[in-house]
């Protein structure tokens, strides 16, 4: 069964990306923040494994989660239908 496609994420505050996917946008917070996929997921209490799957688009994290990064990178995701 193939993964749901991955919202699109409209404006956030620490730059603006329209319509880009999320694991583009996590990969782009990630590096500018230069971070690794373990500081992230110590960061919000998931596993590396999560971290890497959201970054591949195979899963896509739930809403708490989805707080939780943007509380991490210092920004405000606003989620738009794709």
Request: charged share 20%.
């Amino acid at each position: 069964m193939k993964a749901p496609k991955p919202a699109a994420l409209g404006h956030w505050r620490s730059g603006v990306r329209e319509h880009e996917s999320l694991p583009a946008m996590l990969a782009h917070l990630r590096d500018t923040t230069n971070r690794t996929n373990i500081d992230i997921a110590t960061g919000i209490g998931v596993s590396e494994c999560t971290v890497r799957n959201w970054l591949s688009g195979k899963t896509t994290p739930p809403a708490a989660d989805l707080a939780r990064l943007a509380t991490l990178f210092g920004c405000t995701l606003m989620v738009t239908p794709s």
